[in-house]
């Protein structure tokens, strides 16, 4: 297994986030988090891991007026974050591109537009897609900061951590692509 982070002149845009088990935020405590967009500016993610049960999909739709078929009962819809919690995206494979898509990596895609949603809604949705209402934001330097104080670990986004419906098995499973127990970890690591 190549667990090289694939990184551009230093940024982890297209990686995943895990949070340490001793991060102090409980809205991010045990998190995944892929990471949409890194750069000098800041940095912005998605949750994978968190279902949002206050609203189902189908009042979602009802609510914006989205006509849609009988299947949006299993669609969820997930916590991205506490930035925004209103504004939603829809992370999914590049089967189904919009003018507005933005690419992560080759394998997935965020759209955060209605026609997006419009087009799971009928069905004619792209393969695979993950709804999230808000996002996780970092300003210039800050995640930067929390990953060498030992918040963060990091590595390689795979189809299953992002599209997987197992959500309590995430965090784990992100851990394991690492390769150690998560009961080993410290909020001492790498200092003196």
């Known amino acids: 297994m190549d667990n090289k982070l694939e990184t551009h002149d230093g940024y982890l845009e297209g990686q995943i986030l895990i949070a340490m088990p001793t991060m102090p935020d409980p809205q ?14 800041g940095a912005m993610g998605i ?28 669609q969820k819809i997930h916590f991205g974050g506490p930035v925004e919690a209103e504004r939603g995206f829809v992370l999914h494979t590049p089967d189904m591109i919009h003018d507005t898509t933005m ?23 792209p393969q695979d897609s993950f709804l999230a ?9 800050q995640l930067e900061k ?8 990091v590595v390689n986004a795979d189809h299953d951590l992002v599209f997987g419906d197992r959500l309590g098995n995430k965090w784990h499973a992100a851990i394991n692509k690492l390769g150690f127990d998560p009961g080993l970890l410290s909020a001492d690591i ?3």
Not at 135 to 141: D, E, K, Q, R
């Open 47 to 74: 949750v994978l891991n968190r279902n949002l049960d206050l609203l189902s999909f189908e009042e979602l739709l009802e609510q914006l007026e989205i006509p849609h078929i009988e299947h949006v009962d299993s």
């Open 190 to 192: 790498g200092h003196a």
């Open 146 to 153: 929390e990953i060498q104080d030992n918040g963060w670990l």
């Open 28 to 41: 991010f405590h045990r998190t995944i988090i892929l990471l949409c967009a890194h750069g000098e500016e």
């Open 133 to 141: 209402l808000g996002y996780s934001g970092w300003g210039p330097g």
């Open 103 to 125: 690419m992560i990596g080759e394998d997935i895609a965020l759209t955060a537009t209605l026609d997006m949603l419009k087009s799971v809604a009928n069905g004619e949705g």
